[in-house]
Nanobody, 115 residues
Framework: VQLVESGGGLVQPGGSLRLSCAASGFIFSNYAMSWYRQAPGKEREWVAR????????YYADSVKGRFTISRDNAKNTVYLQMNSLKPEDTAVYYC?????????WGKGTLVTVSS
């Protein structure tokens, strides 16, 4: 299993970013996918989840209404569109898949929200 995140960077408060996670090594369309984040000095927290066919999406209260998770099963890629970004969204964002009882993670992509 390989998960590679991209799309992070520096953005001003109120701005937008779209993160991508390219997956390989498993049948992507069979699995739900999730995004997590870890801010400096804090524990990793769950952000959003999308079911295998994309029919259901779930969000942490802290991002509901601002972030949108989506996937393209033809491209083996999951996305996180982040709008109305706040300084407290600053974190390393990780892609996750739980497969056969095991969690797999990418190396993460850093998002910094600052003026």
């Amino acid at each position: 299993v390989q998960l590679v995140e991209s799309g992070g960077g520096l953005v001003q408060p109120g701005g937008s970013l779209r993160l991508s996670c390219a997956a390989s090594g498993f049948i992507f369309s069979n699995y739900a996918m999730s995004w997590y984040r870890q801010a400096p000095g804090k524990e990793r927290e769950w952000v959003a989840r999308i079911t295998s066919a994309g029919g259901s999406k779930y969000y942490a209260d802290s991002v509901k209404g601002r972030f949108t998770i989506s996937r393209d099963n033809a491209k083996n890629t999951v996305y996180l569109q982040m709008n109305s970004l706040k300084p407290e969204d600053t974190a390393v964002y990780y892609c996750n898949v739980r497969r056969q009882g095991m969690d797999f993670w990418g190396k993460g992509t850093l998002v910094t929200v600052s003026s």
